[in-house]
């Protein structure tokens, strides 16, 4: 399989994303320690089949929204929360009426994959 220079991701006919490992492959560009499990290309473990996961996901906990964070409803679960899905959930009555079908879906039309 062919060795690749770099990662670019692309939405919409623009680049999102540009990585360049370096000569030490993701492994190093990661901070792994120790040998390459993924093997010995730079662009591994990309370079061989994988796949690729994309979904909506809500009650995240990882401060990417912040508590006080507002669109219209506020956000009905706390970062430090262990049930912060089910915060989310059970707020339902908030929310559901502002997600108005396709307005508010994740489509996608395609997902393609080319060695360069």
Request: proline share 5%.
């Given at each position: 399989?062919?060795?690749?220079?770099?990662?670019?991701?692309?939405?919409?006919?623009?680049r999102?994303?540009?990585?360049?490992?370096?000569?030490g492959g993701f492994w190093k560009y990661g901070g792994f320690s120790g040998g390459n499990i993924w093997g010995s290309s730079k662009m591994a473990?990309?370079?061989?089949?994988?796949?690729l996961i994309l979904n909506v996901a809500v009650g995240g906990?990882?401060?990417f929204f912040p508590d006080d964070v507002n669109y219209g409803v506020k956000k009905p679960w706390k970062n430090n929360s262990p049930r912060a899905a089910e915060d989310f959930w059970?707020?339902?009555s908030q929310w559901l009426p502002t997600w108005q079908g396709d307005n508010v879906a994740l489509l996608i039309d395609y997902v393609e994959f080319r060695s360069l």
């Amino acid at each position: 399989m062919a060795d690749f220079l770099v990662n670019r991701t692309y939405v919409d006919n623009q680049r999102i994303l540009y990585v360049d490992p370096g000569s030490g492959g993701f492994w190093k560009y990661g901070g792994f320690s120790g040998g390459n499990i993924w093997g010995s290309s730079k662009m591994a473990p990309f370079d061989q089949n994988f796949y690729l996961i994309l979904n909506v996901a809500v009650g995240g906990t990882s401060g990417f929204f912040p508590d006080d964070v507002n669109y219209g409803v506020k956000k009905p679960w706390k970062n430090n929360s262990p049930r912060a899905a089910e915060d989310f959930w059970n707020a339902h009555s908030q929310w559901l009426p502002t997600w108005q079908g396709d307005n508010v879906a994740l489509l996608i039309d395609y997902v393609e994959f080319r060695s360069l």
